[in-house]
């Protein structure tokens, strides 16, 4: 490349995959981009509930996406790791900005076990430690009444949420 403008030509050649787009009978958006040069799948979602409409309650919806995949209805938290970590596959989740995304890609042989995986934790989560675990505090009701009185607030305040460290009693 001798120039600037080649430089900026090839950069910027590339085009956005072409993709299929429904609507789904709830009002969910999906959108399928295909590439069959990879043995891989890729499922994600997307929900408008990022950190920017926490509404007060800082570090919500970090603290959902560190524990929606702890444990389902139908599994524990150590069954959806066995089950992710026996067939090489990745379950991520993150929040940014205005959105929440739980994740999951893996080989495409093993697609049907991903989906179901997928599926049983955004529809199925249990949240734990998101439940009342003492006498004194209610994580998901009183954030900022929780006086630190037992290691289950200790652990959600101070690692999950980053908050000040609560007063031990």
Known sequence: LRTVTEFR????????????????????????????????????LQV????????????LSH????????????RSAAAVADAVD?????????????????SIDGLKKHNSLLLNIFSDVVQNPLFPFARPSCTHCSV????????GCCSRCYYVHYHLLGMHRPKMT
């Open 140 to 147: 998901h009701l009183h954030l900022e009444q929780c006086v």
């Open 48 to 59: 408008g509930a990022g950190e920017s409409m926490d509404a007060g309650n800082n570090g």
């Open 63 to 74: 603290l959902m996406t560190n524990l929606i995949y702890k444990g389902t209805q139908r």
């Open 9 to 44: 030509r090839v950069l910027f050649r590339s085009e956005f995959p072409r993709y299929s787009e429904a609507t789904l009978a709830n009002g969910l958006k999906v959108y399928v981009v295909e590439d069959h040069k990879q043995p891989t799948i890729a499922y994600r």
């Open 86 to 102: 026996s067939v090489g596959a990745n379950l991520s989740t993150n929040t940014q900005g205005d959105l929440m995304s739980v």
